[in-house]
């Protein structure tokens, strides 16, 4: 115990321990590379605009290119410097000398180096998560062309209640990975925003050249106002709102592909290489992969939500809240969604649909009773109420017994007398095929509908392609750009 008044230097042992260390332990995983290229930006910008001589400039861009990553990796924090800035800032001095490289921090500050360094790591997450989904759902897409007219019943409540097609519940779960596709390009428009030059939080008196900075780091544009490039956090938080979003139906359809799994179903069966067996049960096939993906769908949605949690009722300016201690965090949501979309999609591609018994249970349990009715009202002109009623009537009778043919002769008995229908005309109404089959309409099971909207899902998913593959490029280009004004500072031709 410290004697009564006794004051210990910075930083205190327990603030070293319990926030400077770790934080310098994240700062070197996560923020290393981003804050390397802020210096070569920013350096560069310098030069050009003249408020940098150019041939310190070139020195300073000589220091940071010399700089030992292995050496900064290796790094355990002491507590002689306070940040992985700070500790860059010694590497820097030595290199070039004091004088020239605290020209390096001219017309800038943590605040908005920090966040261009969050937004460079958050973009790469995005289009991390953006192909993951998509690889999902180019296998998904192909599964269901393969399965579009494959029977099995539809469920609600978690009972059986209409015949569908595999093909049309997985355009189902296609649609709304559509969606999450949306949200993230979406997302990412306001990301790819630069906050550099915003500074501490009013700009600063210098001419710097915001737009050239934002260019060499592959932005967009500009986060403009200087006050909401350093306080607004809704580009975090939209952010971690998509992968929740996308994780909770993920774990949704996760949900019901384990149910298939199991041997009351017998719908989906996953390989031998993605069962685990019970050590005293020789008989088991457990389909564990899928409980990884439902529970890591599940850790991502509830960090991403700690996300939103710890900001919330923040002060709307700089605070530490949404910086070195939550960061980590949005970056553990995304790896977990990650981890959960690649591990659903690798289990799927060697799983098989079991849709014989998938077509068996769509012909079985009244399913098709609501074709009945609804062939009912367009052959006879009676209300869909009183062919409702007839029907009901005859699934009674029948005591939870289905029995097609059973049925047949019930429903004809009750129309003698009343309306002329065919027993070939009742019985067709009570197939699982031709229940699907009439369904053609916009949105529907039938090939008709059906079959159109996957390829329109084959089209989606190559603009989607289209997408990543122009962000990266014009990322990589950046970099590109970067690296050449380097080149022509130090006057090297030679690319290194």
Not at 3 to 27: C, E, H, M, S
């Amino acid at each position: 115990m410290k004697n009564p008044g006794q004051k210990t230097k910075f930083p205190a042992p327990i603030y070293r321990d319990t926030v400077l260390a770790p934080v310098f332990a994240d700062a070197k995983r996560f923020f290393l590379e981003p804050l390397l290229e802020i210096e070569y930006a920013h350096t560069l910008m310098l030069a050009r605009q003249g408020i940098m001589p150019k041939n310190e400039a070139a020195a300073c861009i000589r220091a940071v290119e010399a700089l030992d990553r292995a050496e900064v990796e290796a790094t355990q924090y002491d507590g002689s410097f306070e940040d992985l800035f700070f500790y860059l800032e010694k590497k820097f001095a030595a290199s070039c000398g004091e004088e020239v490289a605290g020209k390096m921090h001219t017309a800038r500050s943590r605040n908005d180096i920090d966040l261009t360094m969050y937004r460079m790591v958050l973009r790469g997450r995005l289009m991390r998560i953006f192909d993951s989904l998509l690889e999902l759902r180019r296998f998904l897409v192909e599964l269901a062309w393969t399965h579009r007219v494959a029977l099995m019943p539809a469920y609600t409540h978690n009972q059986p209640a209409q015949p569908t097609t595999l093909g049309h519940y997985l355009m189902a779960y296609i649609e709304v990975l559509e969606r999450d596709a949306e949200r993230i390009r979406e997302s990412f428009v306001r990301v790819n925003r630069s906050p550099l030059g915003a500074c501490a939080i009013t700009t600063t008196g210098f001419p710097i050249d915001r737009d050239f900075t934002a260019k060499l780091l592959g932005f967009d544009g500009l986060q403009m106002n200087s006050y909401g490039a350093i306080a607004a956090v809704d580009y975090l938080v939209e952010s971690c709102g998509v992968v929740a979003t996308a994780m909770l139906s993920l774990g949704r359809f996760t949900q019901d592909l384990l149910l298939w799994s199991t041997v009351e179903f017998g719908y989906l069966r996953l390989s031998d290489a993605y069962v685990q067996i019970s050590s005293i049960m020789p008989q088991k096939r457990n389909p564990v992969p899928l409980e990884h993906v439902r529970v890591l769908a599940s850790r991502a949605l509830v960090e991403a939500q700690g996300v939103v949690g710890s900001l919330h009722n923040t002060p709307f300016a700089d605070m530490n809240d949404a910086e070195d201690d939550l960061q980590p965090l949005v970056y553990t949501a995304f790896d977990d969604a990650e981890r959960s979309i690649r591990l659903l999609t690798g289990a799927l591609e060697e799983a098989e649909f079991n849709t014989a018994k998938m077509a068996k249970a769509a012909d079985g349990n009244f399913l098709p009773v609501t074709e009945l009715a609804d062939t009912l009202v367009r052959t006879t002109g009676m209300t869909f109420h009183a062919a409702h009623t007839m029907v009901s009537g005859a699934v009674r009778e029948l005591r939870g017994a289905y029995d097609a043919d059973a049925m047949t002769e019930i429903v004809e008995r009750e129309l003698q007398g009343r309306y002329t229908l065919s027993r070939e005309t009742i019985r067709d109404a009570l197939r699982a095929e031709n229940f699907v089959a009439v369904r053609r309409i916009p949105g529907g099971p039938a090939a008709e509908a059906l079959g159109p909207e996957i390829l329109r899902a084959r089209d989606a998913i190559s603009m989607d392609e289209t997408w990543s593959r122009e962000r990266r490029q014009r990322i990589a280009e950046a970099q590109e750009t970067m690296r050449a004004e380097c080149n022509r500072l130090t006057g090297r031709t030679d690319g290194r």
